[in-house]
């Protein structure tokens, strides 16, 4: 394995590790669109699993932040179906508790990626003015958190926890670790859930691993 910097914590922290010799399930286990048969690999997290790891971590957020003022600052494109289903198992938990304060749902757009590559210039699209998030509590959903976290920061809010999805096992990397973390990946491009390779595959419910033949048909 290269020079890992991301490590599972004990006790889960760091998420479910699928590991980089783990071949992923075979896509005849499982349904999915049949436009895209021939442009997948492998499924990795499989549709039912990250529901499943969703709710646990909607009950971890609950246990840390239920008496905070939630903002939830959602990341798109490819953090929405993330955090659709957080916020949906966030609120069936404070459902059934004594949690009384409203939680908010902002978004921001991000967008850093061409083909499968990350381009330098992270791009804040559509941006809103976040000064509202002063002194709240914020979970945001999605990727690239660095830059954004810098953004978020300057409004001054109380406490920043990020949610993240999957965390990449990638050399090198100084990125800051989410609080929550769903899944700990190999540094592969996966799609589905939203993730996408130019605008497609976001239609799909799994995360899987893209074919050599999927980047070429959806390469631009
Ligand atoms: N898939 C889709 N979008 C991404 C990925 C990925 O693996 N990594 C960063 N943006
Ligand atoms: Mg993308």
């Not at 976290?149 to 090198?172: I, M, N, Q, T």
């Amino acid at each position: 394995m290269a020079d890992v910097v991301v490590k599972p914590q004990v006790g889960g922290g760091g998420g479910i590790v699928i590991d980089d010799d783990w071949p992923g399930y075979s896509l005849d286990l499982f349904s999915y669109p049949a436009h895209y048969s021939g442009d997948l690999d492998c499924v990795v997290v499989p549709h039912g699993v990250i529901m499943d790891r969703t709710e646990r971590l909607a009950r971890n957020i609950m246990d840390d932040l239920g008496d905070h003022d939630i903002v939830v600052l959602c990341v798109l494109k490819g953090g929405y179906q993330f955090c659709v289903d957080l916020v949906d198992k966030i609120k069936a938990l404070s459902r059934n508790s004594n949690r009384t304060l409203p939680m908010r749902v902002h978004f921001i757009r991000l967008k850093s990626y061409l083909n499968d590559q990350s381009t330098e210039d992270l791009h804040i699209v559509g941006a809103e003015d976040l000064s509202f998030l002063a002194g709240k509590a914020i979970v945001g959903t999605g990727k690239t958190m660095k830059a954004l976290l810098k953004h978020v920061e300057s409004f001054s809010p109380k406490l920043v926890k990020v949610a993240g999805l999957l965390v990449k096992r990638v050399p090198h990397n100084s990125t800051c670790l989410p609080d929550y973390v769903g899944f700990e990946i190999p540094d592969r491009f996966v799609v589905g859930y939203a993730l996408d390779y130019n605008e497609y595959f976001r239609d799909l419910n799994h995360i899987c691993v893209i074919s050599e033949r999927g980047k070429t048909k959806y390469k631009i």
